[in-house]
């Protein structure tokens, strides 16, 4: 059962508008977001809690498809997650760890 202790540390959330995911230094190791049919839709991840924090990562996916990755590296946000996506995405989901030691 050790294989299961690691994964509890890791939070799944899912999201549909702009939203502060943490306050606290995080990894990411997953990220996907999905589309509807109108436009090419974009998502911002910033690191720190509001969208005036250096911008991190940027993605995007066309319209009517999803995409998904996952890090071979968790990536190291310092000072918060907070993400901003755009109308057309339908549901952005974020895999992260509060316990960065």
């Not at 899912?14 to 839709?41: F, K, Q, W, Y």
């Not at 890090?71 to 989901?93: K, N």
């Amino acid at each position: 059962m050790d294989e299961f202790k690691d994964a509890k540390r890791w939070v799944t959330e899912s999201i549909t508008e702009e939203t502060l995911i943490s306050s606290r230094p995080c990894l990411v190791r997953h990220i996907c977001l999905t589309a509807d049919g109108s436009n090419n839709p974009i998502a911002i991840i910033y690191n720190g809690e509001n969208a005036n924090s250096p911008l991190r990562l940027a993605l995007a996916c066309l319209a009517k498809t999803h995409f998904g990755d996952c890090f071979d590296l968790p990536v190291y946000f310092s000072r918060g997650i907070y993400v901003v996506i755009s109308t057309d995405i339908t549901l952005f989901t974020i895999q992260y760890n509060e316990e960065v030691n």
